[in-house]
């Protein structure tokens, strides 16, 4: 009596080729099945009880703080525009200059301090010695360079 055959082969080897692969399918299964049963209780754990209610707290504390940074940043950011602005009108610019306001006294007595902010306006202050005393005057406005 001739063997059944199935594509071409003969039955008995079919079967072995298929109870093969059976075995194959159950052990992948265990081990995904395996996997699952870790991951779930990787899960609860985080999950479970204080821990989880604590990540959750810190997950919204943590974007309040960084509503909070945001805003500090905006106002920092203005304040800066503004004492930007402000320091364009203090003084930035100085000089002092010391001369002898007439021939042959006892040296450099006199000086002139000139006072700017960036716009090379500001004060000058002039004092002259001489043997008469010392006289100081002073002048403000804008000058050119």
């Known amino acids: 009596m001739e063997e059944a055959k199935i594509f ?10 298929l109870c093969i692969l059976v075995v194959l399918l159950i052990i992948l299964i265990i081990f995904i099945i395996h996997k699952m049963n870790v991951m779930a209780r990787k899960y609860e754990m985080l999950m479970s009880g204080k821990k989880g209610a604590d990540l959750e707290k810190i997950i919204r504390i943590r974007f ?3 509503d909070q940074v945001k805003a500090n940043a905006r106002r920092v950011t203005k304040e800066h525009r503004q004492i930007k602005k402000h320091l364009s009108s203090c003084i930035s610019k100085y ?6 306001a007439f ?5 450099k007595l006199s000086f002139v301090i000139a006072l700017l902010n960036d716009e090379n306006s500001g004060i ?3 004092s002259m010695h001489s043997r008469e005393g010392c006289f100081t ?4 406005g804008p000058w050119s360079a």
């Open 8 to 17: 071409g082969m003969k039955m008995s080897s079919a079967v072995t080729i």
């Open 64 to 66: 309040k703080e960084m």
């Open 95 to 100: 000089a002092l200059v010391k001369y002898d």
């Open 103 to 107: 021939d042959k006294m006892a040296g």
């Open 124 to 126: 000058l202050l002039n």
């Open 137 to 140: 005057a002073q002048r403000s």
